[in-house]
């Protein structure tokens, strides 16, 4: 099963890019050609890339328009889906609103309090954190501690390349095309647990697509 997430990021400099990540299984590998342990030097210069310009920004939003497969009592599989609007600054700060059919939620991290509300069940929390807690230890303290995983927070990493790559078994650049008048570059990766593609714009802002 494949489940896409797509974003669109607004930078501090009032650029924006769209964002499409394929998370999942793929049934049947699409390239048979290639080594099932290899990661191609070129695959892996490209995300780096993208990793270091992300990692140059410091503020931007973004819109996850965010689709979860469930499956109903009965069986039938049923897609319930959330809008999300993330804001990062850094080095310590972030606020993620979620909306959708059965969540509205409020997350945010003022660089001291880690404090997390939920709307439609009532629930209210925060933790007190130190003052030299960065967004990385942040995002780690809220999946830990609070059960709480940001949208595509692989992509809000400082390095993002060594979240990105962590369970990485090979990866491959699949080709090139076109979106939206934007060339891109078409990666895919495999660990040990999940398949993932990304798609990278070419050019001197190597952003996520």
């Not at 299984?25 to 890339?49: C, M, N, R």
């Not at 003052?131 to 990493?157: F, H, M, R």
């Not at 647990?193 to 952003?207: S, T, Y």
Request: glycine letters at 8%.
């Amino acid at each position: 099963m494949k489940r896409s997430v797509p974003l669109r990021l607004v930078t501090g400099c009032a650029a924006s890019f769209a964002v499409v990540c394929m998370l999942g299984v793929l049934a049947k590998p699409a390239y048979g050609a290639q080594d099932a342990s290899t990661i191609e030097p070129e695959a892996a210069q490209i995300l780096k890339q993208m990793s270091d310009y992300l990692g140059s920004l410091e503020q931007f939003r973004f819109r996850a328009a965010n689709t979860i497969d469930t499956v109903a009592r009965s069986g039938q599989q049923v897609q319930l889906s959330a809008q999300v609007d993330i804001a990062i600054q850094r080095p310590n700060r972030f606020r993620v609103n979620r909306k959708g059919e059965i969540v509205d939620q409020e997350f945010y991290f003022d660089g001291k309090t880690l404090t997390l509300y939920g709307k439609v069940v009532n629930y209210y929390a925060n933790m007190n954190v130190s003052e030299t807690v960065d967004i990385n230890t942040a995002l780690d303290l809220a999946k830990q501690e609070v059960g709480v995983i940001l949208p595509a927070s692989d992509l809000v990493y400082q390095d993002d390349y060594q979240e990105l790559m962590e369970d990485v078994e090979s990866g491959m650049v699949v080709g090139t095309g076109t979106v939206g008048g934007v060339e891109f570059h078409h990666l895919a990766f495999r660990g040990s647990e999940v398949d993932w593609q990304i798609w990278v714009e070419k050019g001197d802002k190597p952003l996520p697509r």
